[in-house]
């Protein structure tokens, strides 16, 4: 048995019956890695030598029946935009290259609380702008099921990871659909939580209003649990809330909406043949299922490109060659911030906070960020309205399969379309999770999306794990273990 | 809504030293994407939305008391400075 296959829970059964130690589990996990890193480069820092320890504290209190937690012992893998203390956070970016975190982010901070073990930093575009793990400053990560192909991003590094089992879990952060792109291309599931049930405290910030941190899990159930364990309200981060569940229908009494502006132009037959399939499965079990519209969805991209960039402009200002991160020298502290911020971040980096500061400048905030925030609230309304009618909404996760290493680098609007599907859970604060369904013709995995309202997110797991059992997709990257 | 915009003040604005390529490769790209948002001009709205932050739990947020708890230690907020000096930051001087 290899028990890097298995689920959390299955896992931990193991271990409390004493038929699997921690330890060996770290082992596995990094021999995975080992097999698998020169080619998929998932990791920009592995923690092994570290953690040895820690894992042999598992294997006691096993062996004592003193273990508390699912979640003791299960190596879990951090994209490297969250801060674990004393060891390095460097978004992917050349700006922090030499940046040591002196404090845990809060979800690091509960999951130590649980005993997990971290099995290192993974790769991401830089400070999380991307779609394909192509904008990082130390390397590509390639796809585990094909390395012609990217494994989206940007958690990408996290994605890949998982999928060649370097680690049973890992965390991402989605802020237009970078946990459930990914976890998408990558035949994984990605849960993004309702915006503020998990706090962003230690996260380095992209877009403060549509980041999220969440999971992405080979089972739904593996998410579940992560979830259970970093969520809660925090008073680090304002934005948090008290995670108050509402409870909603998983079963048969629920009624499902089809998006149909999702079902259009620009997706796939493919992807659109994901989400009939499970659509012809859920009415079998008697599920209602519906076409609805939501006509704003078609401006999701219009409105996310003014308004992330614009935060990002804002929150990307604090690297400036004074406080931490790089500094390249100028006469003047000006001179210096200048250059230091031109040789610190990448193009895709620039290109945002330049659309972002152009978005804020005198003259323009009325009729380009002004005008998003409307066009957002607008969204939230209508959501809202959608949500009196159903209980969970589907769409394909992405338009279309993964793909290929360098063929949307050169025209990045055509790179910020791939994220059509997931950018307004972001944009509406909404719960939102990508659920494997099946394998393109070109053996690269497909996902499907659903999406319930704020709060619903315990409802959505319970929901997703009876179309995650009924679709029975247990297709995995061939070559890596 | 206008597309025309001057990259050398933006770039100035943002403190980031563009090179000429850049200028004009950063323009080419930033053209086309404003050409795409600009589809949100022709939107009739219903909401007079003015506010910066958007919450959709807006209504659960709660502010919440002053409390003194454990923070970085001033050693420690300095630590990844790239030039500091008796516990203070250094940087060059504001004016020629």
Not at chain 1, 264 to 287: R, T
Not at chain 1, 452 to 471: A, Q, Y
């Amino acid at each position: 048995m290899d028990a890097s296959q298995l689920s959390i829970r299955e896992i931990n059964s193991l271990f409390t019956k004493k038929e699997l130690k921690p330890s060996e589990l770290y082992s596995k996990v990094f021999e995975n890695a080992a097999n698998s890193e020169a080619a998929l480069h998932a990791h920009l820092t592995l923690f092994e030598e570290e953690n040895i320890k820690k894992a042999a504290e598992s294997d006691k209190r096993f062996s004592k029946d003193e273990s508390a937690s699912l979640l003791d012992g299960i190596p879990i893998a951090i994209k490297d935009n969250i801060n674990i203390k004393n060891y390095k956070t460097t978004c992917s970016s050349k700006m922090l290259s030499n940046y040591t975190s002196p404090y845990d982010a809060t979800v690091i901070k509960k999951l130590k609380e649980h005993n997990a073990l971290f099995t290192g930093k993974t790769n991401l575009d830089e400070f999380a702008m991307g779609s394909s793990t192509e904008n990082s400053a130390f390397g590509l990560t390639k796809n585990p099921w094909n390395t012609d192909y990217v494994p989206g991003g940007s958690s990408g590094g996290s994605a890949a990871s998982v999928g060649a089992r370097s680690s049973i879990a890992a965390l991402g952060s989605d802020t237009g659909g970078s946990i459930r792109q990914p976890a998408s291309f990558c035949g994984l599931v990605g849960f993004k939580p309702t915006y503020g049930t998990v706090s962003r405290f230690g996260l380095v910030a992209f877009a403060s209003s549509l980041d999220q941190i969440g999971p992405i899990t080979k089972t739904v159930d593996d998410s579940r649990i992560i979830f259970s364990s970093i969520s809660g309200k925090d008073s680090r981060d304002a934005t948090s809330v008290i995670n108050n569940q509402l409870d909603i229908p998983s079963d048969n009494a629920a009624t499902i909406g089809v998006i149909k502006e999702l079902m259009e132009d620009g997706i796939s037959d493919e992807a659109k043949n994901e989400v009939n399939k499970v659509v012809e499965i859920l009415k079998s079990k008697g599920y209602k299922v519906k076409e609805i519209s939501i006509p704003i969805i078609k401006l999701s991209i219009s409105i996310y490109y003014l308004i992330a960039p614009a935060e990002c402009s804002a929150n990307l200002a604090r690297f400036d060659g004074v406080r931490y991160g790089l500094r390249i020298d100028g006469n003047t502290s000006y001179e210096m911030m200048e250059n230091t911020r031109a040789e610190g971040f990448g193009a895709e980096v620039k290109r945002r906070i330049l659309l972002g500061t152009y978005a804020l400048s005198a003259g323009y905030y009325d009729e380009y960020y002004g005008k998003a925030l409307q066009a957002r609230k607008e969204m939230i309304d209508e959501f809202a309205e959608t949500f009196k009618d159903f209980d969970y909404l589907i769409s394909p996760t992405t338009p279309t399969q993964a793909f290929k290493s360098g063929e949307k680098t050169s025209n990045p609007l055509e790179m910020y379309m791939s994220d059509l599907c997931t950018i307004p859970a972001n944009l509406a604060g909404l719960p939102a999770i990508s659920i494997p369904t099946g394998l393109s013709k070109d053996e690269l995995p497909l996902g499907v999306q659903v999406m319930s309202k704020p709060l619903s997110d315990n409802s959505l797991l319970d929901f997703s794990e009876i179309i995650e059992n009924e679709v029975q997709f247990d297709g995995q990257p061939k070559g890596w273990l | 809504m206008s597309d025309e915009f001057n990259i050398k003040n933006i770039a100035k604005l943002a403190s980031i030293n563009l090179s000429e390529e850049e200028q004009d490769s950063l323009s080419n790209d930033l053209s086309i994407i404003l050409e795409h948002v600009n589809a949100l001009s022709d939107l009739k709205l219903n909401s007079q939305q003015q506010e910066i932050f958007i919450h959709p739990l807006a209504k659960e947020l709660e502010l919440q008391d002053d409390q003194v708890v454990e923070s970085l230690t001033h050693h420690e907020a300095i630590s990844n400075a790239p030039e500091s000096k008796d516990g203070k930051f250094v940087v060059p001087p504001s004016m020629e």
